[in-house]
């Protein structure tokens, strides 16, 4: 944080002091210096202690990517922004500036988008830790849907019950995943969970693995060709 910049102990109990005995003082400060609002809110905080009832910022509006990725662009845009670094050690690390991922996150939004994803709308994200990851939660974001990530690893039946607890409309997954030297089928997973999953409409695939998956006619489709015949902007 700009504003309250803490390097020991000291600090820090100076900080959580006041943040104690001023907390709208405290956290306006540091919400006012340190994001991009669109509109700006009535109250800090309004609470009722008795009934358990607290509401911060109540009436602002903000969209968390235009802060991790737009305010950016101008003056860090070709700085990097996440470095992915492959399970192979073999495979080059890729360094995604702030504008690629600007375009990346716009592409992804207008994929969903025009795969009738809207705001409300709960997306299931399954897939293993590579870029489409990030981009995928930032998409979301974006456009107001709500992601649910489901740690690539878990079981069809753990996945059928997070779907189905949130009600999601979509799955973005991948064909495969690494883990050391295995690979692990989530395209197979996510197929086995989705037979209890009534709620979920389309399945976008990413391309990691490169192996042969089996692919659902009017649900399942490949995201890369989707994402080339998108629109950046938004």
């Known amino acids: 944080m700009s504003y309250y910049k803490i390097d020991n102990f000291e600090q820090y109990f100076k900080h959580y002091n006041k943040s104690i005995r001023e907390p709208r003082k405290f956290w306006g400060k540091i919400a006012e210096e340190?994001?991009?609002?669109?509109?700006?809110?009535?109250?800090?905080?309004?609470?009722n202690m008795e009934n358990a009832d607290i509401k911060w910022f109540t009436e602002a509006k903000v969209n968390i990517v235009k802060n991790c990725i737009d305010r950016h662009l101008a003056k860090r845009g070709e700085k990097t922004a996440i470095i992915f670094e492959p399970n192979d050690p073999n495979e080059p690390a890729l360094h995604i500036t702030y504008n690629e991922l600007y375009e990346r996150?716009?592409?992804?939004?207008?994929?969903?988008?025009?795969?009738?994803?809207?705001?409300?709308?709960?997306?299931?994200?399954?897939?293993?830790?590579?870029?489409?990851?990030?981009?995928?939660?930032?998409?979301?974001?974006?456009?107001?849907?709500?992601?649910?990530?489901?740690?690539?690893?878990?079981?069809?039946?753990?996945?059928?019950?997070?779907?189905?607890?949130?009600?999601?409309?979509?799955?973005?997954?991948?064909?495969?995943?690494?883990r050391g030297n295995k690979t692990i089928d989530l395209k197979g997973i996510i197929d086995d969970a989705l037979i209890h999953c009534p709620t979920v409409t389309s399945v976008l695939v990413a391309k990691r693995t490169n192996t042969n998956v089996h692919m659902k006619e009017g649900r399942d489709q490949w995201l890369q060709p989707l994402l080339d015949l998108s629109l950046i902007h938004i």
């Open 105 to 178: 996150v716009g592409k992804m939004a207008n994929v969903l988008r025009e795969q009738g994803i809207k705001k409300g709308d709960r997306v299931c994200i399954y897939l293993p830790m590579i870029p489409e990851l990030a981009v995928s939660v930032l998409a979301c974001a974006r456009i107001g849907a709500i992601h649910s990530v489901v740690f690539a690893g878990f079981s069809a039946s753990a996945v059928a019950s997070r779907i189905n607890d949130s009600e999601c409309k979509m799955v973005i997954t991948s064909d495969g995943g690494y």
């Open 34 to 47: 340190n994001f991009t609002w669109y509109q700006q809110w009535d109250k800090v905080v309004d609470f």
